[in-house]
């Protein structure tokens, strides 16, 4: 067994361990620890949600990520959701330390970056995805995931919201 394969078995867990401690958290606290985001971390996401997820893709330059950030976590805390918020940032594995003291990625209930290529990643989570943010995933704690290029429209976000 290769210690590559070792570490990518141990992050697959911490993802499924911190999903299922997410709903005794208190909500939006923020991330201590900055997850890979790999090409087994959307299936384990998509298939091991223990309740609703808003997750989030973005890049450290993108103009509009930091307030649809804002935007859907202000609604979750509106809605009293247990829905959590997963930010992930496509090109932000060199800057985890401004990550961390960002005040936009410290409302995200978990936070990853993503380690790999990022044209491969991006095909896992939706192979007609162009690489354009914020891309936008809304996955149910149970069904398929939907997804919305650029900011989503409140009556969206709203309506995924609604117990």
């Known amino acids: 067994m290769s210690c590559q394969f070792s570490l990518e078995r141990r992050a697959r867990l911490l993802v499924l361990l911190g999903g299922l401690l997410a709903?005794?958290?208190?909500?939006?606290?923020a991330p201590?620890?900055?997850?890979?985001?790999?090409?087994?971390?959307?299936?384990d996401l998509v298939h091991s949600p223990s309740q609703p997820?808003?997750?989030?893709?973005?890049?450290?330059?993108?103009?509009?990520?930091?307030?649809?950030?804002?935007?859907?976590?202000?609604?979750?805390?509106k809605a009293r959701a247990t829905t959590r918020l997963v930010v992930v940032v496509?090109?932000?594995?060199?800057?985890?330390?401004?990550?961390?003291?960002?005040?936009?990625?410290r409302k995200a209930n978990a936070l990853y970056v993503f380690?790999?290529?990022?044209?491969?990643?991006?095909?896992?989570?939706?192979?007609?995805w162009r690489g354009l943010t914020p891309y936008v995933a809304f996955v149910p704690a149970t069904g398929a995931a939907r997804f919305h290029a650029g900011p989503p429209p409140s009556d969206v976000l709203r309506t995924f919201l609604r117990p």
């Not at 709903?23 to 606290?29: D, G, I, L």
């Not at 201590?32 to 299936?43: E, G, K, N, S």
């Not at 496509?90 to 990625?105: C, F, I, P, S, T």
């Open 90 to 105: 496509m090109d932000g594995a060199v800057q985890e330390g401004a990550l961390r003291k960002d005040r936009h990625y």
């Open 53 to 77: 997820m808003v997750v989030v893709f973005s890049t450290t330059d993108c103009a509009h990520c930091p307030r649809v950030i804002d935007d859907i976590a202000e609604a979750i805390h």
């Open 23 to 29: 709903s005794t958290a208190p909500a939006f606290a």
């Open 115 to 128: 380690d790999g290529d990022a044209m491969a990643l991006r095909f896992t989570v939706n192979p007609d």
């Open 32 to 43: 201590r620890t900055i997850l890979p985001f790999t090409a087994d971390t959307w299936t």
